[in-house]
């Protein structure tokens, strides 16, 4: 998506007059080539068929060409879609096996950032959250941009994905929009009764008094609770501090939201988000920052089509339990998981 402007990024027409000039001359070439040159009739045929090969790839070189001389873009956007993972490949079911992939998404905007056409970044945000530190990566990334940064949440922006939006210069959401969860919650499953039961017994072997805290096969002593609650609170902090510089607000009135969500409307009016509006309102408010129209262009990092198909699914089903996660404590198993 574009806002035309004369202002604006190169121009459309020179655009297409390079792309129709270099595929003429590729084909001009080509007929000269595989039909003047050759004798007899299929040596024509084939030549006919070669030189409409040439003038095909002639234009994908002039579209090549034409980006680098006239770029239609002066703004990046990327998004970050669905549940915060560091890698999709290899990431649990609870995170699904799609979502947001941290490393692939930070990788993007480096390549806006190195990208002298890139003036400005969008950053698109549809997360209920996700891991701890692949948000902060995101987070990092977006705030060391070289130019004005705005986010602008579309139907979620929870958890994670406001820890990302507070590395940005601005927020925007829609009137409907989801935004805030500014908390923490952990969690740790107790199965000691039911292995009680089928006749399980755990034998700790650990070294370290909180080695296995939370682990789901041992009854939770106060101490444990009070370790893990510790890791809450720290997170919880940080959570509040990062929020309180981003989005230069007191920490106190963050904390008053008490991790709630709220509309785009009675977020703004807290000011959890700068102003409301759609995209165009967006890309209209960048061209102001930059002061010249504005091009957008999508940064996206590699997706498969199966990925795409469940994106949805999975982050739906995530958002019921989740916000943004990481598993900061407990044993290898993973017993305890802590959340913002």
């Known amino acids: 998506m574009a806002t035309d402007s004369t202002d604006g990024p190169g121009s459309g027409?020179?655009?297409?007059l390079t792309v129709l000039l270099v595929g003429l001359l590729a084909a001009a070439l080509g007929v000269v080539v595989f039909v003047i040159v050759?004798?007899?009739?299929?040596a024509r045929l084939l030549g006919v068929l070669l030189v409409v090969g040439t003038?095909?790839?002639?234009?994908?070189v002039?579209?090549?060409i034409a980006d680098s001389l006239f770029p239609d873009y002066n703004v990046a956007e990327v998004a970050v879609e669905g549940p915060?993972?560091?890698?999709?490949?290899?990431?649990?079911?609870?995170?699904?096996?799609?979502?947001?992939?941290?490393?692939?998404?930070?990788?993007?905007?480096?390549r806006a950032d190195a990208d002298d056409n890139a003036e400005a970044l969008l950053v698109k945000l549809n997360t209920p959250g996700g891991e701890v530190l692949p948000s902060d990566d995101i987070r990092n990334a977006a705030a060391a941009f070289d130019g004005p940064t705005v986010a602008y949440a579309t139907d979620t922006c929870a958890s994670g994905g406001y820890w990302i939006a507070s590395g940005c210069d601005e927020l925007w959401a829609r009137d409907a929009s989801v935004v805030g969860s500014i908390g923490?919650?952990?969690?740790?499953v107790n199965a000691a009764e039911a292995a009680d039961k089928l006749g399980l017994s755990y034998e700790r072997f650990a070294a370290g008094k909180y080695k296995d805290a939370g682990s789901s096969l041992k009854e939770m002593n106060e101490e444990d609770r009070a370790y893990l609650q510790g890791l809450i609170d720290d997170i919880y902090d940080?959570?509040?501090?990062?929020?309180a510089e981003g989005r230069e607000m007191d920490p106190e009135t963050i904390r008053e939201t008490e991790a709630r969500v709220f509309l785009g409307e009675e977020a703004h009016e807290r000011g959890l988000v700068d102003d409301l509006g759609t995209a165009d309102d967006v890309e209209d408010r960048v061209a102001d920052l930059l002061g010249e129209g504005v091009g957008v262009r999508e940064f996206q990092p590699p997706r498969s089509l199966m990925g795409r198909f469940r994106g949805g699914a999975a982050a739906v089903a995530y958002a019921f339990g989740a916000g943004v996660a990481s598993v900061v404590g407990g044993d290898a198993d993973g017993d305890v998981d802590l959340r913002l």
């Open 238 to 243: 940080d959570f509040v501090d990062r929020v």
């Open 38 to 42: 050759p004798g007899g009739n299929l």
């Open 55 to 60: 003038a095909l790839l002639g234009a994908r």
């Open 84 to 110: 915060i993972v560091r890698d999709t490949g290899t990431s649990s079911f609870a995170a699904g096996s799609v979502g947001a992939d941290a490393d692939a998404i930070v990788d993007q905007i480096e």
């Open 184 to 188: 923490v919650i952990g969690s740790s």
């Open 13 to 16: 027409t020179a655009r297409l």
């Open 62 to 64: 002039a579209g090549g």
